[in-house]
């Protein structure tokens, strides 16, 4: 699919954002192996999604979907059966993180499939972390694809210290940590967002947090069916709001996630000169979610120090774009770990339209203000870069191709 958007700076818009995807894929594997029911509303659709359900219901899961609604038979905790075949996880890389954690304490053996290789994901790391709690797990790799053999058993509960940035590795500790002898904790060197501790906490799980940061999971007795409100997806409400900043409108986003983890880019918007209002959010088993309003504002340039860039890491892209339409100059210090490769990749493509950004070891500046050029230019298939892409093209004419990620339906009436 491609587009050619047109520049706007007149409309006025209400966006009901779908649930966050990692935060449904939590909430359907913690309700697969509790005792009950679960229902799930605010339930996202697509690729990702459909592939979690369809791993849980080769796992003997009973999951029923309709529109926005997943209701999730439980299968308790040592429920769930071995699967007749492979289960395959597609380009999902956090549900095969999660899978792993939570297949390498099950009483049977079974196989992942992953289309992504995920030698460069991290995935080595949790291996290693996994292989110290006694999980036997074999990875090997074959034309681009993963395979992860894993023979389930009993696990002893351990002490990890995460020097890397990876929520998903940290979720697939806690939930092996929910089958295993003794307490498995984590100590995270770069703190990510805590949905799997809330959430496995809200299902019944024991879970405390120790000095130094320390995150303590206990072993489970038991997880409880729940009903649960899935909070709306971070980086696509960003976008919305963004669209609102930029382009003469009011623009309201509803419940997207407020998680305390998970709301740098509120800070961030703020020290922007953004004019944005948040009233009291609402909660639903400890995942807290709002509804913000945002209205065209004169942006500046900011400094973001390491500290401000890791609350806003999986929102960057967005940030990185709209700061070429901010008065004056915005500094970027980057982190210790890695900038994801998705931003490399954005801001070669930003640089093409004409922005103004230029690269170190240490930092990236942005000058903006500048008006950015037309053209044709190629999202690589990635939905962080075709959103940031899109937030150009509502100040420039721009023809974006390789979009086929961008499937929402209230993005494409922008656009």
Do not use: W
Not at 18 to 42: F, H, P, Q, R, T
Not at 168 to 185: R, V
């Amino acid at each position: 699919m491609n587009i050619k958007p047109e520049p706007t700076n007149d409309f006025e818009k209400e966006f009901q954002i779908s649930g966050d995807k990692y935060i449904a894929e939590i909430a359907l594997i913690l309700a697969a192996i509790s005792d009950g029911v679960s229902n799930l509303s605010n339930f996202p659709a697509g690729k990702d999604i459909n592939t979690a359900v369809n791993a849980l219901r080769l796992l003997g899961v009973n999951i029923e979907v309709n529109n926005s609604n997943a209701v999730v038979k439980g299968t308790g905790l040592k429920g769930l059966k071995k699967p007749d075949s492979p289960i395959e996880t597609g380009d999902n890389t956090n549900l095969a993180f999660l899978l792993t954690g939570l297949l390498s304490a099950q009483d049977f053996d079974s196989e992942i499939i992953s289309e992504i290789d995920l030698a460069n994901e991290h995935f080595q790391d949790l291996l290693g972390l996994l292989s110290a709690m006694e999980a036997n797990i074999d990875l090997s790799h074959e034309n681009g694809k993963s395979f992860i053999k894993i023979k389930g058993g009993k696990l002893t509960g351990k002490e990890h210290f995460l020097d890397f940035y990876s929520p998903a590795a940290k979720g697939a500790l806690f939930l092996a940590g929910l089958y295993a002898e003794n307490e498995t904790s984590v100590i995270e060197a770069f703190p990510s967002h805590n949905h799997m501790e809330n959430l496995a906490a809200a299902f019944g799980g024991e879970f405390g947090i120790c000095h130094h940061n320390r995150l303590v999971c206990h072993k489970a007795k038991a997880l409880h069916g729940k009903d649960f409100f899935v909070p709306g997806d971070v980086f696509y409400g960003l976008f919305f709001l963004c669209t609102g900043l930029l382009a003469a409108a009011h623009v309201k986003v509803k419940n997207i996630s407020l998680n305390s983890e998970r709301i740098g880019f509120l800070y961030t918007l703020m020290d922007m000169g953004s004019k944005i209002k948040i009233p009291k959010d609402r909660d639903s088993l400890g995942e807290s979610y709002g509804d913000i309003e945002a209205f065209l504002s004169e942006l500046k340039g900011i400094i973001l120090d390491e500290k401000s860039v890791m609350r806003i890491y999986e929102e960057l892209p967005l940030i990185i774009t709209l700061s070429l339409f901010a008065n004056g100059e915005t500094i970027i210090k980057k982190p210790q770990i890695p900038l994801d490769h998705d931003v490399k990749i954005l801001l070669e493509k930003l640089r093409f339209l004409g922005g103004d950004i230029q690269e170190n070891d240490e930092e990236i500046r942005i000058k903006g203000g500048k008006a950015l050029k037309c053209g044709m230019v190629s999202a690589e298939n990635s939905i962080k870069i075709a959103l940031s892409l899109a937030l150009c093209a509502l100040k420039t004419e721009i023809f974006i191709e390789n979009t086929e990620t961008l499937s929402n339906e209230d993005i494409l009436n922008i656009l």
